[in-house]
């Protein structure tokens, strides 16, 4: 089961230790986004290197994947963009495929191209609209939006010392 860490603006990223235990147990990619800016890999130790470069100051999403739906590349590795809503996306579970969709990329994808974005384009990033969509869609997944430097969470998230996790399974494998 992949996992999101969510930093909020002005609280400290998790030490080392927790990110590489998050990394070593969800080990099909990782990802990072700040406001208007994001980074994708399949190598940790490239992925890293931007870890220092985000300021306290600023939220932060970090992805990291176990794949279950899509082939390990970079493409499928979150967090995924859409340019017309400026907001950028990460999943945590398993969502149903969308019915036609025959390319190599993942359920996240998707289901946020074919009914996230589109309603937060159309009705924002707090919308009624979209709290529908996750409604429908989502299940019991966790979900992490960023529109510039708003971000909206949904699903059951753990708060440990004011950084959200969408799940703490890889700390029980330590």
């Known amino acids: 089961m992949c996992v999101i860490i969510y930093k909020p603006a002005n609280v400290k990223l998790p030490n080392e230790r927790i990110i590489e235990q998050a990394a070593r147990v969800n080990h099909d990619g990782c990802g990072l986004c700040v406001p208007n800016h994001m980074i994708k890999s399949l190598d940790f130790n490239e992925f890293r290197q931007y870890l220092p470069m985000i300021k306290t100051a600023e939220p ?3 992805h990291f994947r176990w794949a279950t739906n899509g082939s390990i590349r970079q493409h499928n590795c979150h967090p995924f963009y859409d340019g017309a809503s400026d907001t950028y996306f990460m999943h945590n579970g398993v969502m149903p495929m969308p019915a036609g969709v025959t390319d190599d990329i993942t359920d996240s994808e998707a ?11 159309k009705h924002g990033l707090q919308s009624k609209s979209l709290s529908r969509q996750i409604n429908a869609h989502a299940g019991a997944s966790r979900l992490a939006f960023m529109q510039g430097d708003e971000v909206r969470l949904a699903g059951n998230w753990h708060c440990v010392d004011g950084v959200y996790y969408s799940n703490l399974n890889f700390i029980y494998n330590w």
């Open 111 to 121: 289901n946020f191209r074919r009914y996230f974005a589109p309603s937060i384009a």
């Open 60 to 62: 932060a999403l970090i």
